[in-house]
Nanobody, 121 residues
């Protein structure tokens, strides 16, 4: 069993900051990629940012320069520092992990339960 547990969401005013955290736990051999996706009401889930175990990152153009993804491989934890938040950043943010549970099992995608981020005055 693998669990991804997010924390750090909430309500913030435009221009403010939030920091999301996601910790993976359970039967884990290796985590290739961890990151964040988001889904706003009536829209499809979209990439926010991901980071591989080697440190390579990928992020949406809409968040570049404002959001920073970091990762503690020893703790199986990924963070998302969100600055200069805008109302259009309002969404449920989901933690993502590409995880192998045992040798020979391959990597599977796991999702957290989601945390709400609301940017509003």
């Amino acid at each position: 069993q693998v669990q991804l547990v997010e924390s750090g969401g909430g309500l913030v005013q435009p221009g403010g900051s939030l920091r999301l955290s996601c910790a993976a736990s359970g039967s884990i051999l290796s985590i290739n990629t961890m990151g964040w996706y988001r889904q706003a009401p009536g829209k499809q889930r979209e990439l926010v940012a991901t980071r591989t175990i080697g440190g390579s990152t990928n992020s949406a153009d809409s968040v570049k320069g404002r959001f920073t993804i970091s990762r503690d491989n020893a703790k199986n934890t990924v963070y998302l520092q969100m600055n200069s938040l805008k109302p259009e950043d309002t969404a449920v943010y989901y933690c993502y992990g590409l995880i192998s549970r045992s040798r020979g099992s391959g990597f599977l995608v796991y999702w957290g339960q989601g945390t709400q981020v609301t940017v509003s005055s």
